[in-house]
């Protein structure tokens, strides 16, 4: 008989294989996971593109279940997918004075969906099918080249919210060895992570960031905002720091700009990542950060003496 200690084990083992693809949310994927052993239905929401699916294909590729996807319209009711036709049980449904109307009724619950409808939608079911296993064939082949390269993966997963997918995808692009690279600053420049160099009459002016590797630069940015929900990380602080006088979009960049410098020392070095700790910036400008609460405690009719805590 399984104990209660080895479901938890393996149940905690499953979260950790979907996490390396979807990331940032463990609270919702414990969830999916309870759902599943309990036999039950999750119903998902949340903005488009913010991994629903993925997490749905995550659990099924993790736990040897079939996936499937449906994208649905107005025009498309559930009856059309499982072959079971409803409306006639929701137009008994009816009471009053609408069970006159029983057979307007049964007309508007149908809808427009039919036959050839039907035929569409098994052929996007299939081609779905087919995506699905041209996935699983690419992600094996992955996970064969691996092991080439997983002292470069382990070290890249040392930092706060890069997990084995993001790893393998940002070694993809910029590869291990960064001698092609004179300089960080060049990386971040070739991965589209910093500004454009803009001048004019000698004055440099604002300018958007570059384009370079978008794909790159799209992984960084998912790689950001998973490191950034580290509360206890240097990222967190930055992001923090930079969010309140930029705006939250900039402030992402930027966390991105320095994940990847980051990396590109770790990379050369071969060391793994030191964490500098959420109270990095203010540890560095200690006698700034003193002066201005002074001052507004003095602005508030305070008088402040401040009196350093003995070790």
């Known amino acids: 008989m ?5 479901v938890s084990r393996l149940g905690h083992c499953i979260l950790d294989q979907v996490e ?6 463990r609270d919702a994927l414990e969830l999916v996971l309870l759902a599943l052993l309990a036999d039950g239905h999750v119903l998902i929401e949340d903005y488009p593109g913010l991994a629903k699916t993925l997490i ?7 736990t040897t279940l079939v996936f499937k996807r449906i994208q649905f319209t107005p025009d498309l009711m559930p009856a059309d997918v499982t072959g079971s036709s409803i409306f006639e049980v929701l137009a008994d449904l009816a009471r009053g004075t609408l069970r006159t109307k029983l057979p307007a009724l049964r007309e508007a619950l149908t809808g427009r969906v039919q036959s050839q409808h039907i035929v569409l939608i098994n052929q996007i079911l ?6 699905e296993q041209a996935i699983a064939q690419v992600q094996t082949e992955i996970e064969r080249c691996q092991p080439a390269y997983e002292d ?30 004179p300089s960080a600053g060049h990386l971040a420049s070739w991965a589209g992570l910093c500004p454009t160099n803009k001048q004019s009459a000698g004055k440099r002016m604002k300018g958007p960031v570059n384009r370079g590797n978008v794909w790159l630069r799209a992984i960084m940015g998912e790689v950001a905002w998973a490191s950034i929900q580290t509360k206890a990380s240097y990222f967190h ?12 979009e900039k402030a992402a960049v930027a966390v991105a700009h320095s994940l990847l410098i980051v990396m590109y020392h770790m990379l050369k070095t071969g060391k793994p990542y030191v964490e500098l700790g959420v109270d990095y910036f203010v540890q560095l400008d200690a006698a700034r950060v003193e002066r201005h609460h002074v001052r507004r405690l003095e602005q508030l009719g305070y008088t402040v003496t401040l009196t350093p805590l003995t070790a």
């Open 2 to 6: 399984t104990s209660l200690v080895d």
């Open 20 to 25: 390396q693809a979807v990331l940032g949310k």
């Open 56 to 62: 749905a294909r995550s659990f099924a590729r993790v």
């Open 126 to 131: 299939a081609h779905a099918d087919f995506l």
């Open 152 to 181: 470069a993966l382990a070290l890249l997963q040392t930092i706060p919210g890069v997990r084995g997918v993001a790893a393998a995808a940002i070694l993809a692009e910029i590869g291990p060895d960064m001698s092609r690279f």
């Open 237 to 248: 602080a930055q992001f923090s720091r930079i969010a309140r006088r930029r705006g939250r």
